[in-house]
């Protein structure tokens, strides 16, 4: 189906769904040979999909790119986890030390946690 059509089934404007194609919030079009898009009901699905999130946790379309991009290219996502790390948001990953002695304690048996050792 043509844009206009698509918009009104998703009740958006043919102006906020090529935004959001931009933004890469809609699948890649299969049909290269054509000027102009058409969408398919995964199209619209995406779509939906898309509005759905964007109100639930109220964000905007660019916002909710940039968590896909976040997603998609680790560089983005550990770049993001180190903020997250310095404005106490996300607490730090154990260290391979502290796996191994958890993996020891449990390997003795011991449920409790030991008393940290001076340093």
Known sequence: MRITEAARQLGTTPRMLRYREALGLLPRSRSEHTAQRQY????LAAVQLALDL?????VTPAALAFA???????SVAADIRNLGYRTGRLTAPPTQAQIDRDRALRWLGRSGVLPPRPR
């Not at 896909?68 to 680790?74: G, N, Q, T, V, Y």
């Open 40 to 43: 398919d009901d995964r199209d």
């Open 54 to 58: 964007e109100r639930r946790y109220d």
């Open 68 to 74: 896909l991009r976040a997603l998609a290219e680790p």
